[in-house]
């Protein structure tokens, strides 16, 4: 079965930094992009950006360039998203999917909160 | 950038009705690139269809798309009780942007 699997729940503050992980099992991990999606509470869908985890080409949406880093791991088959100094408004749920043409496989979400 | 406008926001809907959701494009975009998602409370979201009219792996038929250019639907044909959720859709070529979402509740 070709599945996503997410880090656990994350309860940060502001300032921290944070790393959270995406593993993908069941098909050729490097063979496929994987993006990062944003929902906020109550909210919508936005899209990070993605990263090819063959040879780490990386495409981030305008609205997260310098906000966030996407990177992965082919040996483990790992990508990961990262924040050097959360904020706030970082508090949400963040999701990995397989970009298969459309994102065809999701993970079931991490949960980030960051509160003082 | 293309900016992806979903309507209605909200549609109140019997369970055996039909559904017609929107999705309008800024700009054209072609057909082989516009996806839709459901999102179930507490759930991640799931493919439905992509390049605007093909089912992905596992969905009913009751769910169809369609359209081109810069106006693009999902249908789903009879609402059965664990259709009611919310509906993205997006654009899945170049910028990967998302429509706002229309959320379908029971009436």
């Known amino acids: 079965e070709e599945q996503l699997v997410q880090s656990g729940a994350e309860v940060k503050k502001p300032g921290e930094s944070l790393k959270i992980s995406c593993q993908g099992s069941?098909?050729?991990?490097?063979?496929?992009?994987i993006g990062w999606v944003r929902q906020m509470p109550g909210k919508g869908l936005e899209w990070m950006g993605i990263?090819?985890?063959?040879?780490?080409?990386?495409r981030y949406s305008p609205s997260f360039q310098g906000q966030v880093t996407l990177s992965a791991d082919k040996s483990i088959s790992t990508a990961y998203l990262q924040w050097s100094s959360l904020k706030a408004s970082d508090t949400a749920m963040y999701y990995c999917?397989?970009?298969?043409?459309?994102?065809?496989?999701w993970g079931q979400g991490t949960m980030v909160t960051v509160s003082s | 950038e293309i900016v992806l406008t979903q309507s209605p926001g909200t549609l109140s809907l019997s369970p055996g009705e039909g559904a017609t959701l929107s999705c309008r494009a800024s700009q054209s975009v072609s057909a082989s690139y516009l996806a839709w998602y459901q999102q179930r409370p507490g759930h991640a979201p799931r493919l439905l269809i992509y390049a605007a009219s093909s089912r992905a792996t596992g969905i009913p038929d009751r769910f169809s798309g369609s359209g081109s250019g810069t106006d693009f639907t999902l249908t789903i044909s009879r609402l059965e009780p664990e259709d009611f959720a919310v509906y993205y859709c997006q654009r899945h070529g170049g910028s990967l942007t998302f429509g706002g979402g229309t959320r379908v509740e029971i009436k």
């Open positions: 999917a397989r970009k298969g043409g459309a994102f065809d496989v």
């Open positions: 990263i090819y985890p063959g040879d780490s080409d990386t």
């Open positions: 069941g098909y050729s991990f490097s063979s496929y992009w």
